[in-house]
């Protein structure tokens, strides 16, 4: 979804929520109004995520491949709010290389990944 459609998605839950507001509306009415808005919404967070994720690997990465990131790279990503999976499929490998990767470097990952500044956010993102 690009910019415009970020935009038409907008302009559209707006347009609904004016509805929903509305006293007389059905509650059938009502309903379908919310599961678009909810799906809309989804929509336009999921989108703004992967334009995150992007400027995030633009910043933290640039161009180079898998082989070419450090460490320290590798966390920045992680304190980002970027997942194991996010990263692997940036790059085009699996999950288990990124997982093999954090457990050979394991000291020197822990010793410099703060858990509290990844979930802080990763949670940016969550529906809970």
Same mark, same amino acid.
């Given at each position: +979804?690009?910019?415009?459609?970020?935009?038409?998605? &907008?302009?559209?839950?707006? &347009? #609904?929520?004016?509805?929903?507001?509305? @006293?007389?509306?059905?509650?059938? &009415?009502?309903?379908?109004?919310?599961?678009?808005?909810?799906?809309? +919404?989804?929509?336009?967070? @999921?989108?703004?995520?992967?334009?995150?994720?992007?400027?995030?690997?633009?910043?933290?990465?640039? $161009? &180079? !491949?898998?082989?070419? #990131?450090?460490? !320290?790279?590798?966390?920045?990503?992680?304190?980002?709010?970027?997942?194991?999976?996010? #990263?692997?499929?940036?790059?085009? #490998?699996?999950?288990?290389?990124?997982?093999?990767?954090?457990?050979? $470097?394991?000291?020197?990952?822990?010793?410099?990944?703060?858990m509290r500044?990844?979930?802080?956010?990763?949670? +940016?993102?969550?529906d809970k």
């Amino acid at each position: +979804m690009a910019v415009m459609g970020m935009t038409e998605n &907008k302009a559209r839950q707006r &347009k #609904i929520i004016s509805h929903l507001v509305s @006293e007389n509306l059905s509650l059938s &009415k009502r309903k379908e109004l919310q599961k678009e808005l909810n799906r809309l +919404m989804k929509e336009n967070t @999921e989108e703004k995520q992967k334009t995150y994720w992007s400027k995030t690997f633009d910043r933290v990465v640039r $161009n &180079k !491949n898998w082989e070419e #990131i450090t460490l !320290n790279e590798f966390i920045e990503l992680r304190h980002a709010g970027l997942s194991g999976y996010a #990263i692997a499929d940036h790059f085009g #490998i699996s999950r288990a290389v990124v997982f093999n990767y954090t457990r050979n $470097n394991r000291t020197e990952y822990y010793r410099l990944f703060d858990m509290r500044e990844y979930q802080k956010n990763k949670e +940016m993102w969550s529906d809970k």
